[in-house]
Antibody, heavy 120, light 106 residues
Framework: QVRLVQSGAEVKRPGASVKVSCKTAGYTFTDSYMHWVRQAPGQGLEWMGWINPNRGGTNYGQKFQGRVTMTRDTSISTAYMELSRLRSDDTAVYYC?????????????WGQGTLVIVSS | DIQMTQSPSSLSASVGDRVTITCRASQSISPYLNWYQQKPGKAPRLLIYDASTLQSGVPSRFSGSGSGTAFTLTISSLQPEDFATYYCQQSYNTLTFGGGTKVEIK
């Protein structure tokens, strides 16, 4: 079955960068867009962007443009999300979520989430 | 960006109740409206996509309807495992989520 397994929790200082990984299994990695969504403590869901693992094309949410970079390594079916110039309000759980072939813009399958804490 | 407004933001209901949650978009998005369920400490789970298509494995007591800018999620008979927060999300263009509806035990 489809599995998305994310890297572990991170604690970062303000101004630093964080890179979260999302290793996939159970489907053809290059067939489905990978989305990144975050959730601040006690808050709702916020879409950050997607990457097309096939050609590496990306679409970032306006709020994150200039600070987020989404990449992938097709040899190990893994997607990455790097957020730079971290601030305290970037403290959140970060999720990867994959679409499916005919519904690339619908996050069907989700990783377990990665907690990123930004604190001095 | 397309804005998504959910109502109510929270509700209290009893097991067996019929529950309806509404989601409105700032422009027409048919049929690109999806519904998720999230329980505390867990990742969201897709329930319904394209406004009314039930995701595999989701109980039939969940249903979605609507078109244009107005959509609803209905739980026909609320079960104990349905107490959670529900989010709508548009996939017409760059994705946006509604603010969520917390369904609590009455």
């Amino acid at each position: 079955q489809v599995r998305l397994v994310q890297s572990g929790a991170e604690v970062k200082r303000p101004g630093a960068s964080v890179k979260v990984s999302c290793k996939t299994a159970g489907y053809t990695f290059t067939d489905s867009y990978m989305h990144w969504v975050r959730q601040a403590p006690g808050q709702g869901l916020e879409w950050m962007g997607w990457i097309n693992p096939n050609r590496g094309g990306t679409n970032y949410g306006q709020k994150f443009q200039g600070r987020v970079t989404m990449t992938r390594d097709t040899s190990i079916s893994t997607a990455y999300m790097e957020l730079s110039r971290l601030r305290s309000d970037d403290t959140a759980v970060y999720y990867c979520a994959s679409g499916i072939e005919r519904h690339q813009l619908v996050p069907f399958y989700w990783g377990q989430g990665t907690l990123v804490i930004v604190s001095s | 960006d397309i804005q998504m407004t959910q109502s109510p933001s929270s509700l209290s209901a009893s097991v067996g109740d019929r529950v309806t949650i509404t989601c409105r978009a700032s422009q027409s998005i048919s049929p690109y409206l999806n519904w998720y369920q999230q329980k505390p400490g867990k990742a969201p789970r897709l329930l319904i996509y394209d406004a009314s298509t039930l995701q595999s494995g989701v109980p039939s007591r969940f249903s979605g309807s609507g078109s244009g800018t107005a959509f609803t999620l209905t739980i026909s008979s609320l079960q104990p495992e349905d107490f959670a927060t529900y989010y709508c999300q548009q996939s017409y263009n760059t994705l946006t989520f509604g603010g969520g509806t917390k369904v609590e035990i009455k």
